[in-house]
């Protein structure tokens, strides 16, 4: 009887052992390592956490370097003191000048923080050590910090499509693209028409024939301007124009409004002695 209680204590020990065991494996695994793995805390300062939460990830430039431990208001500022668990072996990748930022993850829009490194050049951050907040690029951040000027967006939008509608009712698109085509063709056969003009000047004696009418018209302006011919005396004499001025009278015109001024003069003064 004794041996046989011995035996059952035996056989417990020993599956109490095995559970503890796979147990102990089961938490090495599921722990992501913790035990082993020594981390730093940094920190970063948001006015608005939009979603994020206690155990969202950190990822620096993509890899997962550690999730987030808390997230506490700060009484004497008006932020939000995000407290990052950062793996220790990843923080001399975190350099000065490191900015951090929320990102949205996957389409069920997780958030997470983004922490884009620093010049590899600059002195390394410290457990304790606040980086600064970038100006956030997601698509999501943006359109969220931006609602009344998104408003706008769908108006514009929503003209386009009014606009894109209207142009398209009545085949107003065919028409448009058929007298552009139209256009096209004149505009072709115009300049096909000046290219056999300018064929032709290039055939022979085509040229001469133009040179030696420009010349001709040269000398014909030439002789004008020196006063030759009846054209010529007509634009340079100024007494062929006074004598013209005469002829036709301008002389006894202006003698004769002279005298009707001066008869009208004289009858004022009889009237107003």
């Known amino acids: 009887m004794e041996t046989s ?12 052992a095995g559970l503890l065991v796979i147990l102990f494996s089961i938490f090495i695994l599921g722990a992501d390592k913790s035990l082993f793995t020594s981390y730093v805390r940094l920190h ?6 939009q979603g994020l939460a206690s155990g969202s ?23 939000l003191d995000v407290v990052m668990k950062i793996e220790k072996n990843h923080l001399r990748r975190i350099r000065e000048g490191s900015e951090v930022e929320i990102k949205t993850q996957g389409a069920l829009g997780d958030k997470f923080i983004y922490i884009l490194p620093g010049d590899y050049k600059n002195p390394e951050l410290k457990s304790g050590d606040k980086i600064p ?5 997601d ?5 969220s910090s931006r609602g009344k000027e998104t408003e706008k967006i769908f108006d514009i939008i929503n003209e386009m499509y009014v606009l894109t509608k209207t142009i398209n009712a009545e085949n107003r698109v065919g028409k448009i693209m058929e ?3 139209s256009a096209s063709n004149n505009f072709n056969q115009v300049t096909t028409d ?13 040229g001469d024939k133009i040179r030696d009418a420009i010349e001709k018209m040269d000398n014909i302006m030439s002789k004008i301007d ?26 006894q015109r202006k003698s004769h409004i002279k005298s009707v001024i001066r008869t009208s003069i004289e009858k004022n003064d009889e009237i107003n002695p």
Do not use: C, Y
């Open 179 to 181: 007298n552009l085509n």
């Open 133 to 137: 907040v970038a100006q956030s690029s």
């Open 44 to 49: 970063a300062h948001f006015k608005n956490v």
């Open 57 to 79: 990830i950190v990822s620096l430039a993509g890899v997962t370097v550690g999730n987030i431990e808390d997230i506490r208001f700060l009484s004497e500022e008006n932020v």
């Open 194 to 206: 000046m290219r056999k003009m300018v064929s032709s000047m290039n055939l022979p004696n085509q």
């Open 139 to 143: 698509i999501f951040d943006i359109v």
């Open 226 to 251: 020196r006063g030759q011919g009846t054209l010529g005396a007509l634009i340079n004499d100024s007494s062929l124009h006074d004598q013209i001025k005469g002829f036709f009278g301008a002389s």
């Open 5 to 16: 209680i011995k035996n059952n204590i035996k056989v417990g020990i020993f599956v109490a």
